[in-house]
């Protein structure tokens, strides 16, 4: 598994953006995938996951309701479309998969794999 993250950029706070997460490394079947993010002088937190092969999403309360997380299968692709975004929102985003038995997919050691972040940048 090779993944790279993708989309980021500079937005107005209020305004839509979406991430993308390819893997050019195999497959991710059976994988649960997850964006996380880490703001400057903050530890990384988890965003949102989605399990194989989709039918179970997770949110940080943070987000429910403006973010999405959805995945193609057949592309091997994972989105996170972000609405309404805030300034607290600014962070370097990471997309990660794992497939541990009784991981914590919401605890970024128990992912398996990384990819480089794409920076998201909100202003007021």
């Known amino acids: 598994v090779q993944l790279q993250a993708s989309g980021g950029g500079s937005v107005q706070s209020g305004d839509s953006l979406t991430l993308s997460c390819a893997n050019s490394?195999?497959?991710?079947?059976?994988?649960?995938v997850g964006w996380f993010r880490q703001a400057p002088g903050k530890e990384r937190e988890f965003v949102a996951t989605?399990?194989?092969?989709?039918?179970?999403?997770d949110y940080r309360t943070s987000v429910k309701g403006r973010f999405t997380i959805s995945r193609d299968n057949v592309k091997n692709m994972v989105y996170l479309h972000m609405n309404a975004l805030k300034p607290e929102d600014t962070a370097v985003y990471y997309c990660?998969?794992?497939?541990?038995?009784?991981?914590?997919?919401?605890?970024?050691?128990?992912?398996?794999?990384w990819g480089k972040g794409t920076l998201v940048t909100v202003s007021s």
């Open positions: 989605i399990s194989w092969p989709g039918t179970r999403t």
């Open positions: 990660a998969a794992g497939r541990r038995v009784m991981a914590d997919f919401r605890v970024p050691g128990d992912m398996d794999y």
């Open positions: 490394g195999g497959t991710l079947n059976y994988y649960t």
